[in-house]
């Protein structure tokens, strides 16, 4: 994805260490006064939406990541503790990966992926934090990969974890855990909880987006800037 989506450094072994120490400390935080934060349902725009290219080539890879386990709650019951967890991996996992595009990084202009080199873009550090959280206990069902337009009307993937106070967003642009509609970004679409079918969200129909740089093109009534970093097939 878009080469905007850089700041940190480091090696994905350093941010598997540090979620042990993560697990041994969420007791203690447990018990501070952190207050836990509320937002709204993110609305559904009312129909199925296919998945991009890049993610479908990422599940044929790793099939084991993008399966569904119907019987893991779609809604994740957020506790003082896994707050704090879900807190802390998304600050740490922004520190630690050094962002690089895909162009550099793989020599296409977009592959999802787990940053194992400790280098990747937006969607890879997107994946990583799931990846960490999922092993730390916390459903997959409930964190959902989402597609969405920025600030900058760029493409850009975040991480949606659907909870029982609303649905929140893991970002590598912010270290805060922001409720969806706090973050100024268009929702587009994200992964289902029931298949391989992502479901539309508020942002515009028919249209697939992947966070990639690309040039306009006319949809429907709308022609898009040449700066946004979108791509569309």
């Known amino acids: 994805m878009g080469d905007h989506c850089a700041t940190g450094f480091g090696r ?14 969420a007791p203690t ?14 609305p559904l725009g009312g129909e199925d939406d296919r998945p991009t290219t890049a993610w479908n080539q990422f599940c044929s890879r790793v099939p084991a990541e993008c399966a569904i386990d119907s019987a893991e709650p779609e809604t994740l019951t957020l506790t003082p503790a896994n707050w704090a967890l879900i807190r802390s991996i998304n600050l740490r996992v922004n520190e630690t990966i050094q962002q690089v595009t895909d162009q550099a990084h793989w020599g296409v202009n977009d592959r999802w992926d787990y940053p194992d080199d400790g280098k990747g873009d937006c969607e890879d550090i997107q994946l990583l934090k ?9 459903p997959r069902r409930a964190m959902r ?59 515009e129909q028919n249209r697939i987006v992947v ?3 690309s040039v306009s093109r006319t949809i429907g009534p709308r022609r898009l ?6 791509r569309f097939r």
């Open 12 to 25: 994905i072994a350093s941010a598997l260490l540090w979620l042990g120490v993560v697990l041994a400390a």
């Open 29 to 42: 935080w447990a018990d501070g006064p952190e207050v836990l934060p509320s937002a709204p349902i993110m």
């Open 130 to 138: 799931r990846k960490l959280l999922a092993e730390a206990g916390l």
């Open 145 to 203: 990969m989402t597609v969405v337009i920025d600030r900058k009307d760029a493409g850009h993937a975040v991480l949606t974890i659907r909870t029982d106070r609303g649905d929140l967003i893991l970002d590598n642009e912010t270290d805060s855990v922001l409720p969806w509609d706090k973050t100024g970004y268009e929702f587009i679409k994200r992964e289902g909880s029931a298949g391989m079918a992502w479901v539309a969200l508020g942002g």
């Open 211 to 213: 966070a990639s740089r």
């Open 225 to 230: 800037p040449t700066r946004a970093r979108t």
